[in-house]
């Protein structure tokens, strides 16, 4: 694999964690196995920081953690990959970094290993990339295709059908035609005439407030219909500013 590799090609969804990774070696520790990976990345940051200081920053920072192994900064996106914290996850190049340093001895294991054996499910991730790069693309392309179907059905009333009706999706048709504006509105969707209303609640201080949105219909069965969205201080009293044009039942 390519070095140099950006880990941004990568959706974080897309990979394994490190957690789980290192549960995948025999016989190691995974959480003294994660320290070890932790203090590599701590001593390449004193590296950046001491720079800081000095102004003079370099493009490559690394750290030499065996006769053949050499870590550096770039690589640090690849083994802790993502914006989370304790469930970061790792990219294939990442995965072969850590297994360089699995046969290299630098883990704490269970047992003493006369050899160490890399699992088959952990060299076929190592040569997942090109699997994990066509799944994210096809993921993608069914997620843009997905929202223009939505959007076109949102855009075109006709095209929604009764048993489709939720919240999100009624509030997203009113939302696109009116904006936010207005208290009241009413529009035909696939045949069927649907009200939204809104209600503004003061909380206890009356110093906030806050809306409960309604939408009401009488349904093709002629039974009215209701999908509500209640204000954070729905059980107080309406601020008498604002008025509830809603069907009663």
């Not at 990976?37 to 370099?58: G, L, N, R």
């Not at 469930?87 to 360089?100: F, N, S, V």
């Not at 799944?135 to 929604?160: G, M, P, T, W």
Request: hydrophobic share 30%; net charge negative; proline share 2%.
């Amino acid at each position: 694999m390519n070095k140099i590799m950006d880990h941004r090609i990568f959706e974080t969804r897309s990979l394994l964690r490190l957690d789980d990774f290192l549960k995948m070696l025999p016989s190691v520790k995974p959480r003294k196995a994660r320290e070890v990976i932790k203090s590599w990345q701590e001593d390449i940051f004193e590296q950046i920081i001491a720079d800081t200081w000095s102004e003079e920053q370099k493009e490559q920072y690394e750290i030499v953690v065996s006769d053949n192994l050499t870590i550096q900064s770039s690589d640090l996106e690849h083994i802790f990959h993502g914006d989370e914290l304790e469930a970061k996850r790792i990219t294939p190049y990442g995965t072969q970094l850590i297994c360089q340093a699995y046969k290299a001895g630098l883990f704490e294991t269970k047992a003493r290993l006369s050899e160490y054996i890399i699992p088959i499910e952990v060299q076929e991730y190592i040569d997942s990339t090109n699997v994990i790069l066509s799944k994210q693309e096809a993921d993608r392309a069914r997620r843009q295709n997905s929202r223009e179907h939505y959007e076109n059905k949102i855009s075109n009333l006709e095209l929604i059908c009764e048993d489709e009706f939720s919240y999100t999706l009624l509030n997203d048709v009113f939302v696109k035609k009116f904006d936010f504006k207005g208290n009241h509105h009413m529009l035909n969707i696939g045949g069927v005439d649907v009200t939204k209303s809104l209600s503004s609640y003061c909380s206890n201080s009356g110093l906030s407030s806050d809306w409960q949105v309604t939408f009401s219909w009488f349904g093709l069965d002629g039974e009215h219909k209701q999908l509500r969205k209640d204000s954070l201080y729905s059980g107080n009293r309406r601020n008498d500013s604002e008025r509830n044009y809603g069907l009663h039942e």
